[in-house]
C-alpha cells in the first residue's frame, strides 16, 4: 500500500504539470529471488538477466540512476519481459505474475520520479490475468501491461486472449510487447545462434502482422499497442506487405501500411540512424517512443539510444515527441 501511495502522490496535478521530458519506455528490472522464482519453474535462459546490474540492490540504482543523468533521461517504464511470468501451470503464472508486479510497486514507491511500470500477467490464464489487470492498474497504479510477441507458442493475436484486449481498451491502457527470444521456432535461427540478433526483430514483425491480420488495432481502437525495436521489419516491408496482401491473404481487415500506423514503435536499434529514418517514413514520427533495453544498452551505448535520435536529421519538434512527448501523453503523464 505504501508504494502505491507514493505513486498516487507522484500522479497529483503538482507532478503531472512538470512531465518528463526523456522517457524510456524500453527498459528491464529483475531481482534475484524473482530469477530464482521463474528458474524453479522451468525457465532455463535466466542466466541472460542475471549480474547486469539490473537489481534494485543500491549499487545497481545508483549506477543506473547517474547513466540516466548522464543522457539525460527523466524516467524509466520498467518491464519484466523476456523473464515474464508466462507458465502452463496456473498456479506458476499467478505466483510469478504477482511477485513480478509486487516487485515493480516496491521500485516505483521508492523512486517515483525515475520509474513507471508495466504490470506482467499470468498468461495465457486469461481469466487469472484479467485478476492481475485489476489489482496492477488499479491498487498498484501501474500504466499498462507488458506481454511477450507469443505466449507459450500461441499467437499474441489468438481470439482466446480477445477478452484481455477488451479490458485493456476499455481502460485505455498501454500494451507493451517484447521478444520472448523463442528463435521465433526456427532451428535456423536458434543453432546458429541467431536467437536475438534477428530473432527478437522476426518475432517483433511476426507479432504485428498477427495483430493486423486480426484487426485488433482496428477493434479496439483504444488500446495502445507499443512494439518493440522499430517494429522489425516493417519499415521496410510496407509496400511489400500492401501489394502481396492482395492475393495472398485478401481478407486482411486493411491495407498494412494503414494499420502499422495505429501503433507504437520504440526505437531500439543500437544508434542506428538509418533504421531509425526509414521507420519515421513508413511508420510516422508521431508512431515513435524512446526505449534502450537496458540494461542490454548500458554506459556510452544507452547515451547513443538517445542523442541518435536528435542527430538523425529529423524535425526539432519530432525529436521532443520521440524523446518524450509522445510517451508523456501515451502514459497519462501530462
Excluded at 486493411?254 to 529514418?277: F, H, I, K, N, Q
Amino acid at each position: 500500500m505504501a508504494a502505491a501511495g507514493l505513486f498516487v502522490a507522484f500522479g497529483s496535478r503538482n507532478a503531472r504539470a512538470q512531465a518528463p521530458k526523456r522517457i524510456d519506455i524500453h527498459a528491464h528490472l529483475w531481482n534475484t529471488d524473482y530469477l530464482d522464482l521463474v528458474e524453479s519453474f522451468g525457465r532455463t535462459d535466466t542466466p541472460t538477466q542475471r549480474n547486469r546490474g539490473a537489481t534494485l540492490d543500491p549499487g545497481d540504482i545508483d549506477k543506473r540512476f547517474a547513466m540516466m543523468d548522464a543522457a539525460g533521461v527523466d524516467l524509466q517504464v520498467l518491464s519484466v519481459s523476456p523473464q515474464a511470468p508466462h507458465f502452463a501451470d496456473k498456479a506458476h503464472a499467478v505466483m510469478a505474475a504477482r511477485k513480478a508486479n509486487d516487485m515493480y510497486a516496491e521500485a516505483v514507491g521508492r523512486y517515483p520520479k525515475r520509474f513507471k511500470a508495466f504490470a506482467a500477467l499470468p498468461m495465457p490464464h486469461v481469466d487469472e490475468a484479467l485478476k492481475e489487470i485489476d489489482r496492477a492498474l488499479g491498487q498498484l497504479k501501474m500504466v499498462g501491461v507488458a506481454l511477450t510477441n507469443s505466449i507459450l507458442g500461441r499467437s499474441i493475436a489468438d481470439p482466446a486472449f480477445t477478452p484481455l484486449y477488451e479490458e485493456l481498451n476499455r481502460r485505455g491502457s498501454v500494451i507493451f510487447l517484447h521478444p520472448i527470444g523463442d528463435a521465433i521456432g526456427s532451428p535456423l535461427v536458434a543453432d546458429y545462434h541467431l536467437t536475438w540478433m534477428i530473432g527478437a526483430p522476426f518475432e517483433d514483425t511476426v507479432a504485428v502482422m498477427h495483430l493486423i491480420l486480426q484487426g485488433i488495432p482496428t477493434r479496439f481502437p483504444n488500446l495502445k499497442i507499443v512494439n518493440s525495436h522499430l517494429g522489425g521489419a516493417l519499415p521496410v516491408l510496407t509496400k511489400r506487405l500492401d501489394s502481396i496482401t492482395t492475393w495472398e491473404y485478401p481478407a486482411m481487415p486493411e491495407r498494412p501500411s494503414v494499420a502499422v500506423r495505429r501503433m507504437w514503435y520504440d526505437t531500439v536499434d543500437y544508434g542506428d540512424v538509418p533504421a531509425l529514418r526509414a521507420a519515421v517514413d513508413a511508420l510516422g514520427a508521431d508512431r515513435m517512443v524512446l526505449g534502450s533495453d537496458f540494461p542490454y544498452e548500458t554506459g556510452d551505448v544507452y547515451q547513443l539510444a538517445v542523442t541518435y535520435i536528435a542527430n538523425a536529421g529529423l524535425k526539432n519538434e519530432d525529436v521532443a515527441a520521440i524523446q518524450g512527448g509522445t510517451a508523456a501523453r501515451m502514459l497519462g503523464l501530462t
